[in-house]
């Protein structure tokens, strides 16, 4: 079985390089996609059969083929390569070559525009799923671990200065809030991006009554697009906000990470990195280096990558224009390799463990003097004057201690009260 | 009135250099949201008066002060300048010249770190939600024309190349959804960033029992953003947040004032702007450019450019630090300029002239293969082959006429059949 | 043959997924610098030999093995794939593999720091000069199409508006001027990268007399990259270097796809591609689309993308950090992708056709007015009075023709004096 | 005195909205270039006098009006605001308002294009010279220090983790050689647009023999910008040269900062600024903050935001078009911003004190391993052999001392063998 090109005119000259320029490494990417598009196609023939383009037992045979094919390719027995142009030459193609004619109706009423863009729309709104459940996962780590270590000494930081002091709770349930929030923002992302643009065709629509309803329930799309010139103009868009979406959830993996990369190192001493975390360097012997942790930190550039490449390309006048196609490449990687990241990230959180000591001995008295001036306020010193006074004695705070710091900081969230059950609450949310 | 710095000890060195460079633009900046530091401010001091921090009468006080203050600032006679260190400054500095010892109670429980976050949220939420009436108001028009010109006839353009023929309705109706689902992105991000961080101090909380239940209520949130650790992980994440919202608006207005560009040029001649959206050249006296067009269609950059800005600010490990500082003047830069843009583009819609003739002489016959050739699919050619017997012979279209083919564009959403129905129906949605 | 990870003792544990990883795709783009590194490899053992590290036999043996290992690399017969961590533990496996234990002492006075460092140097060279030479290759034969086609008529655009006649040899000469400074932009990149960071070890440098002269030349660099330390901070700096020249040439690319884009359209109707250089669409059988341009304008992206992700990557202290490994992937993706593009750009413009009855017939008298204008002001009146004059009359203007107001466009480099000479010059520089 | 429009036509309808809109903050960042469109016009009227296209005694009024225009802009009694569109019309108005019809004759031969083109290219150059001046004055410190300070031990990381001694000198000769090769990049950014593009006019030049020789010397430009659609072409692109010299100078910034405020946290302790370089809490009385290092961390985000802005506005067919207007603000913000941050820099090394004690007191006896190891391998130990002993063997390395380490590290460049002579050697490059 191969292919010809779908435009190509008997006998029109081609040439090589531009060919191999044209193709790209769209076939290579298609492969992420074709689970989706042989979905859709399903769904179309179906269509295409309640508007009477195919008969019963034509749109029976396309689709068990089409089942057949998504078999294949499922088990790994189908390989999407350089014979075909693209995903969609290759489901035609296959159709074809099994139904003879019938394999050429599924084409019908739509054009490879379309088909690419649900069949996008299909992987992206599983992607954006992936993205809330890894969120998730990470989230519920945090969160256990707020609950089990409320006592854990942890100095509390502001420009890298100590501060005052804090708990592993309190930094454990920052992340946790953190991390259900990105959640909520994938689904934000998956509702405002779950429209069907299948029967769009090239942007103007087709001579044909597509049952347009009938493919966005099948195909589980909570609406459809509506205006095919909308379809065209959510080009990139749509998958710019899933991209911002796992950029949101990537920048607090960063931060995650530069506090444990920071942490972990002689200076704080403050975790451990299981061995299995590290690696070992090629000339110093003595080194054990927290690889992962920097490259976790390192993933925000992927998408950060991605979304300037995909906005580049978004310069253009409506309609379709070859230049789209390029949104795909740094789409897919930047979700592959973002999601890969995050899928490493609640182990790491799990296998984290602290060196009490180390924290506890980072605290020292002048840390109290933010504790003092509350207090002097709270009996009626004005706060200003409250601050220059333990600001000029801050000898006075020696007696005082982390726990009675940690249990007398009583704002709602802070370590003293550290409101676990909100937290918990939007955990539960869809 | 003048003020200190708040942390500067009696006698220590400063250097006039250095503090211009920490001073930055900040002043200026802090007028923007010196109103909602204000308003913050008042709900602080309510908060703290149900925790008996402060008196009934001090609160009193308080609140009448910074109501005046407030009413300065709206009157344009309070100017926030040089002579302040930031808002923040300038308030207390405001209460203290008025009550004495009562005014510098007002930061008890506080720190400008929670003081700027609360106040920069609530300036987000009122930027969103223009952003959402704009979008809503491009839509508008878009929608009133399209309900309007289904008859004016228009060429459907791929790769800039004439494909089919449209309508002019088909294009105002792609335009309407897309700024609809602008203005639902707006809400999205408006709700997402919906949370009071004002109570969460310095990213420690405080050893005060703050009643953030009521500053939140107070204050319009719709939840308490609960960690302190995370409020501060939020520094320039939420800012985003607001950011990606707008750029999603900013590129359909790019797309559309590529396409407005395009038509004004004498090759399309589709429009014709009114003198007013037009200027003239210094050098050649036969010309009228559309630079309102043009300006409109770069503004994007702006947006992408204060993404990429705050995007390099936040590689930080979590905690408060300085760096944070410069998220705010291009988040206020990026949201002023595009709102502005926005702003103009229902007027400019509005105005918009089409040259009806120009557009009905684009069609050439070769726009009706697609037609034919679903037509004959639909007899029962299989498409590939009605593809290739089109393609051979282009000479049969010369007897259709455009209102033929766009009556017969039925598939639901296209010129045929535009479904404006189910868009004014998104249109109603909150 | 297969390989230890170097660093690993024996038993301790390692986990897949944590394994995949920190491998991500390092040993497929190594692929590209193996070459390289073996030269480097090769420098570096001559280096041990004279300062008796290794003896001259062990030294012979050495470059033998790496030599034959250049050539079945070269060939295609040794393959660097997941047997391998990367491409340096690939040669000393195979340095060991054939020599025992001489092929282990390869790495005695280097890191892999350095040697990824001098390997990516080399093959950064290698890539400037590349794109330096296809500069060349574009501005030559827009210089010698400039030389043949001055009585082209072209009409000459600002603001999308038809403003003053021009011509085909003036378009040209602006993109030969263009291409000429984008090859000189390689050439100053490449310099300023010119430097052997061979002999540096992990940043720190090594208790060895390295003969760092011998292998800077050679090597073939214009000088040493002394400190060790500067070695490191350079990481991603230098490569950022050669993605701006690249980007500069890129962007001159995208104009000029832009510029074919608009003249191939049917309103513009200036240029015709040769059939090799477009595409039909899937669904209209009417159509030939421009693909190759819109790609070839699309591809600044790619560039633009790579260069946002390698500097979120360089926000770090200084010292090598794993972050660091993720500028090779956007580096080499866009140097691969952005030479791509280039290479077929001479070609295009030279299969470029003209449509000169299409060009001449967009010529109207009103674009002669800026012409008479300055006639009027050369003859006495004040430039602002004779604008007024003008723009008050544009009636007058029926008489003239382009081919006058060609000729007396007399200002250095205009139309009437292209001054190609000039240009021809500045081409014969390195 | 007063403008109008210089396009207006007397009685044309405009709008307040939408000439706020077109106007933007123009006439304020021309204040930046109006010192030097001046500088430009008084070359311009000395060429039009040697064409003849103004006399002798004309020459000379416009001539010492400008040079009149030039003092009182430099004392500051002249302010460009909102009574002009731009800094070109102010320059015309005040010649008309003195000299009558002999001040419209300024504008004769030239567009406002080319007139803005040549102010910012001068601007430009000027900038690019100071950010050279400015990276040497910076190299300047380090290399001094790094001269003094050989014999101060300091840990060398990799990864943030403890890798082998090293010492201050080594580490300030990496920041020397990064500022040299900073200053050169910038002499180079220079060098590439060092070309006049005044008579240019609108991008295709004019009808008479302007005299661009006298020009470009008048001016001091090292050649000719020879063909106007060039001119146009560079328009974007040659400010995107100049932001990226300034970014690599603000990349190594960023490090730098980086090192500092690790550096200066109570976990390293190695340095303490002095007090004027840091800054107090508003609720921490025992917090002394670096902010400085802190805003000049952050500083590079502005120009990465300025170059993502502008490379969004260029992508545009060729020609002018009004959205390259909004290349100006970030340009000029970026300068202005980068060059006030690097301004602090050699001040701030300078001010630098280590904690000598903290330093010593981080080396550990395991940092020596690498020198065994590499001891071992120089004795005919293979290196991977002697990196497993000393690795399985990391107690016998108690003996050893900084000193020794450092004195042994004699590759050159590194600690032992500085080689400062061949950076102070490039220090004296032009």
Not at 153 to 173: E, K
Not at 275 to 301: C, F, H, Q
Request: proline share 4%; with cysteine; charged share 25%.
């Amino acid at each position: 079985m191969s292919t010809n090109l779908l435009w190509q005119s008997t006998g029109s000259s081609t040439d090589e390089a531009i060919m191999r320029f044209l193709a790209g490494e769209d076939v290579v990417l298609d492969r992420e996609l074709l689970p989706f598009d042989i979905e859709a196609s399903r769904a179309h023939v179906a269509g295409l059969a309640r508007i009477d383009i195919v008969s019963a037992d034509e749109a029976a045979a396309l689709d068990a083929a089409l089942a057949e094919l998504a078999g294949e390719v499922e088990a790994g027995r189908f390989l999407l390569d350089a014979r075909f142009e693209d995903g969609h030459s290759a489901i035609e193609a296959w159709l074809t070559d099994r139904l003879g004619d019938i394999g050429r109706k599924v084409h019908t009423g739509r054009s490879r525009n379309d088909q690419v863009l649900v069949a996008s729309r299909l992987w992206l709104k599983a992607r954006l799923a992936d993205l809330a459940g890894l969120c998730r996962g990470s989230a519920r780590v945090c969160l256990d671990r707020a609950g089990a270590e409320a006592d854990i000494v942890m100095p509390g930081y502001t420009h890298l200065q100590r501060a005052v002091v804090s708990s592993a709770a309190h930094w454990w349930a920052g992340y946790a809030e953190a991390f259900i929030d990105n959640a909520w923002r994938a689904r934000q992302a998956l509702e405002w991006i779950d429209a069907n643009p299948l029967g769009t065709a090239a942007g103007y629509g087709v001579n044909l009554p597509l049952d347009r309803e009938h493919t966005t329930q099948a195909l589980g799309f909570a609406r459809m697009q509506v205006n095919p010139h909308y379809a065209q103009l959510s080009r990139g868009k749509f998958e710019l906000a899933a991209l911002e979406a796992l950029s949101q959830a990537l920048l607090d993996v960063r931060r995650l990470a530069w506090d444990l990369s920071l942490f972990a190192s002689a200076e704080f001493g403050f975790v451990e990195l299981p061995e299995v975390w590290t690696t070992g360097s090629s000339i110093m012997p003595n080194k054990r280096n927290p690889d992962v942790v920097e490259l976790l930190r390192a993933r925000y550039g992927v998408v950060a990558g991605a979304r300037a490449e995909i906005e580049q390309v978004l310069a253009l006048p409506s309609g379709y224009h070859r230049d789209l196609q390029f949104t795909k490449a740094p789409l897919i990687r930047a979700l592959h390799q973002g999601l890969e990241a995050l899928a490493l990230v609640p182990r790491l959180l799990a296998d984290l463990g602290w060196n009490r000591e180390r924290m506890a001995a980072a605290i020292e008295p002048s840390m109290y003097a933010t504790d003092l001036a509350v207090e002097l306020a709270r009996d009626g010193v004005p706060f200003r004057e409250a601050y220059r006074q333990v600001k000029d004695a801050l000898g006075g705070l020696a007696g005082r201690d982390p726990a009675g710091s940690l249990a007398a900081r009583i704002s709602p969230g802070a370590a003293g009260d550290l409101r676990l059950d909100l937290i918990e609450q939007r955990m539960r949310l869809p």
